[in-house]
């Protein structure tokens, strides 16, 4: 092995170099700094994998926080005795350690105790123990799993303040609008004590204030919005053959083309949701595109339509629930051929007709109003299965938006040309330093280290939990089980408690809601066509025998703060009316209540007709349903969680090779594309 091969063998097995300069535009990184994709042979990728199951980094230890902890603890004092002008040049010296120094755990411990005293002055709340080990945690390079509601809007400012102080753009990246909107602003005043500048990008903004944003000290994004700004800039930097090039053009060019570019680099995302976000998120890729000409495609779209109606299923076609997929019967290829005889065009060739009228009835039978899409206005607009809120800007592929328009009798927006492509595998593991936080991550701590290098560490609460996880309850059918829960909703109204009931669709939402006012039980609805007035739903929700009924969405983000009453009554109460397809979702449900120790419970109330189990083991679950008792619950119960446990597990696993076979498209695409000498 030669020397340079051995010292890059070992280097699999070391720790970051501390020395290593930090990341920001410069001479080190150039102007536009990102991780560049390296190619791994097979033995290197293995032994990189070793090496990070095999090791714990020393920062998520235990003994490690405390000793940070105890230092950060010791400045409190000398601290809250600064006057408001001994703290400015407090701050001017520690932003030159930083600088000059790096992120080093002393000086690193005094940034914390600094921005926590910050924090205390100008927001009235100081950051508590567990989120000084959370923000160390994400400083490192982690993710810190933190339970709901131990305040990681706040923990955030921790690493993000202390990056920006030592010369790194960082990006806090999360799931919606309102959240970057929400977070940019509480926290606005504990970043501009520090002498930091911060920003903020949300749909709609043009390109002057886009590019305002990212020149900030810290900007609050989506990770959408994020990464088709870098797609953006992708597209300018691919008229430049080498690195070299473009950093010339950027020296001697009196206009130079990269003074378009919105973004400065990928230096450091601190990632809220992470889960969400590198998980869920990361089944669909990103595609940037511009609109052409579809006058010849809308006629194509609604033709399929109509010749879709004209067949029947069985005889002419077969739906696999599953797969979501439909094929054509011989039956019905040939009944097909003959209904198009007629007609002229792409229906002559038997496979494109064939293929078209399929993507048709997929546009039928397996999207359905209120659970996959919501009409409005004349428009359709996707439905987040995860999160339960509308995807403005997303539409789906190949045709199946037009062709479900035109179901709805909407008009066709048209399709689009492909301009550039990423998915949010391959964009993240581009930036120089990526951290994150969520509530709900250890299902998928091994995903997350293989697929982008970072180690999930739990962070302790605040307070001891309070929260009653109550057996789950499954009933023979979908009627059963909203009756129990209408009951179940009732006799916690009654005793004064907010209650919050979880669905999975808009639909059930709406179901629901009906049979709450025919049982004259006032309550809440928060669902996609609600999403402008959800943080007013959410401010009421802890409210003394409050009813709330709420799709996924509720789950992201929100806090559901209770009043005196509603705590003395016994906390929030929450119900969730049937599994979602990961566990970690049915997680961050029941963690909407016991938050920062107050009391609270959680219980599931199932049934076997529901869509989620339907759909897998249809069959079975009739079948089961002829053991049952005078309630019409399952006997034995714990066989119907079996059941429902082993179907999650069906489920995520589907998406997970989903998301496995989009990371292999990624690697062949790249390698075409670095050796075309293309971009994205």
């Not at 150039?30 to 560049?36: E, L, V």
């Not at 962070?459 to 179940?488: C, G, L």
């Amino acid at each position: 092995m030669s020397a340079s091969g051995a010292i890059k063998f070992r280097s699999l097995f070391a720790a970051a170099d501390d020395t290593e300069p930090l990341p920001h535009p410069g001479i080190y990184f150039g102007s536009y700094p990102y991780r560049k994709e390296e190619v791994k042979g097979k033995l290197e990728e293995f032994l990189r994998s070793f090496a990070s199951f095999s090791s714990r980094p020393e920062a998520a230890s235990t003994k490690h926080w405390q000793t940070f902890t105890r230092r950060v603890e010791a400045m409190d004092k000398p601290l809250s005795k600064m006057s408001e002008r001994e703290l400015d040049g407090w701050i001017l010296d520690i932003r030159k350690k930083l600088n000059r120094k790096g992120l080093t755990e002393e000086i690193t411990a005094r940034a914390f105790a600094t921005i926590r005293e910050v924090a205390g002055r100008v927001l009235g709340m100081k950051h508590f123990d567990c989120q000084l080990i959370g923000g160390w945690v994400m400083l490192q390079g982690m993710i810190a799993e933190m339970q709901t509601g131990e305040g990681k809007t706040l923990t955030a400012t921790l690493p993000a303040s202390c990056a920006a102080m030592a010369g790194m753009p960082v990006h806090v990246v999360t799931v919606n609008d309102y959240l970057v909107e929400r977070d940019a602003s509480l926290m606005r005043p504990v970043y501009e004590r520090l002498g930091l500048t911060v920003g903020h990008v949300i749909e709609g903004m043009d390109t002057a204030q886009r590019k305002q944003a990212y020149s900030c000290d810290i900007t609050y994004c989506t990770s959408k919005q994020l990464a088709f700004d870098y797609l953006r800039d992708r597209l300018i930097m691919k008229h430049f053959n080498s690195s070299l090039e473009f950093k010339l053009e950027s020296l001697y060019s009196s206009k130079p083309v990269s003074n378009q570019l919105l973004l400065r680099g990928l230096n450091y995302a601190i990632v809220d949701e992470a889960d969400s976000i590198f998980i869920d998120e990361a089944r669909t890729p990103l595609i940037l595109s511009c609109k052409t000409d579809n006058t010849q495609q809308e006629a194509v779209h609604r033709e399929a339509i109509w010749l879709a109606r004209q067949l029947k299923e069985g005889k002419y076609y077969a739906i696999d629930e599953k797969a979501r997929s439909v094929e054509l019967t011989q039956y019905g290829r040939d009944y097909l051929e003959e209904l198009a005889s007629m007609m002229r065009g792409v229906w002559r060739g038997s496979r494109r007709r064939n293929a078209l009228v399929e993507q048709a009835l997929v546009a039928l039978h397996l999207y359905e109003r209120d659970v996959h899409y919501l009409v409005d206005d004349g428009a359709i607009f996707i439905i987040d299965e995860n999160t339960g809120r509308t995807m403005a800007d997303r539409s789906w592929e190949a045709g199946l938006h037009q062709m479900i328009e035109e179901k709805e009798g909407c008009e066709q927006t048209g399709q689009t040309e492909t301009l550039a492509r990423i998915s949010y595998q391959t964009f993240f593991k581009r930036y120089l330093r990526l951290s994150g936080m969520t509530g709900t991550a250890n299902e998928v701590r091994k995903e997350l280290r293989k697929v982008y290098q970072l180690d999930v560490v739990n962070i302790p609460t605040n307070k001891p939990v309070q929260r009653k996880n109550f057996p789950e309850r499954i009933y023979t059918h979908t009627d059963a089980k909203w009756d129990e829960i209408t009951k179940s909703i009732r006799i916690e109204h009654e005793k004064g408690r907010p209650v919050l009931v979880g669905t999975r669709t808009l639909r059930d939402s709406e179901h629901l809601s009906e049979l709450l006012s025919a049982a004259g039980l006032q309550h809440q609805v928060l669902n996609a066509k609600q999403d402008k007035e959800e943080a007013a739903i959410v401010a009421l929700a802890g409210k003394q025998g409050q009813v709330t009924v709420a799709t996924n969405m509720a789950g992201r983000g929100t806090d559901i703060k209770l009043d005196d009453a509603s705590i003395k009554a016994g906390g929030l109460h929450v119900i969730s009316c049937e599994k979602n397809i990961s566990a970690r979702i049915d997680r961050q449900l029941a963690g909407r209540c016991g938050r920062q120790g107050d009391p609270g419970s959680y219980e599931a109330i199932l049934s076997l007709q529901d869509a989620f189990i339907e759909k897998r083991f249809g069959r079975m679950a009739r079948a089961l349903a002829k053991f049952t008792d005078k309630a019409h619950r399952i006997k034995p119960q714990w066989l119907g969680r079996l059941m429902m446990s082993f179907t999650q597990m069906m489920s995520e696993y589907q998406y997970r090779q989903i998301r496995n076979a989009m990371m292999k498209v990624d690697r062949k695409r790249e390698a075409m594309l670095a050796f075309s000498g293309m971009s994205e």
